[in-house]
């Protein structure tokens, strides 16, 4: 059984950064894509950044490119979204997900989710 636990998440100041946190629990993840996807009230959940299983491969949406950076700790099963300049369009729940192995970052196909932590961006 896969577990996915988020956390991280909050309250911040247009401006203020977050860093989201995803923990991993029940099998490897050394050789599966990994990503987060956000959902906005009354939205359809959007892709926002994927990972290769090591790391070295990854991709962004263009509405964050160049202020959120994703990264990944195999040794820990968890993977993280550091969120920098954040908007109040940032704002949605944000859900981890385990991709199906040998999925592209930016095509993750999603296999397992995370339950989401909030993020809410104040202007």
């Known amino acids: 059984q896969v577990q996915l636990v988020e956390s991280g998440g909050g309250l911040v100041q247009a401006g203020g950064s977050l860093r989201l946190s995803c923990a991993a629990s029940g099998r490897t993840l050394s050789t599966s894509p990994m990503g987060w996807f956000r959902q906005a009230p009354g939205k359809e959940r959007d892709f926002v950044s994927g990972?290769?299983?090591?790391?070295?491969?990854?991709y962004y949406a263009e509405s964050v490119k160049g202020r959120f950076t994703i990264s990944r700790d195999n040794a820990k099963n968890t993977v993280y979204l550091q969120m920098n300049n954040l908007k109040s369009e940032d704002t949605a729940v944000y859900y981890c997900?385990?991709?199906?192995?040998?999925?592209?970052?930016?095509?993750?196909?999603?296999?397992?989710w995370g339950q989401g932590t909030q993020v809410t961006v104040s202007s």
């Open positions: 990972i290769s299983w090591s790391g070295g491969s990854t």
């Open positions: 997900a385990i991709g199906s192995q040998g999925a592209a970052p930016r095509d993750i196909r999603p296999r397992y």
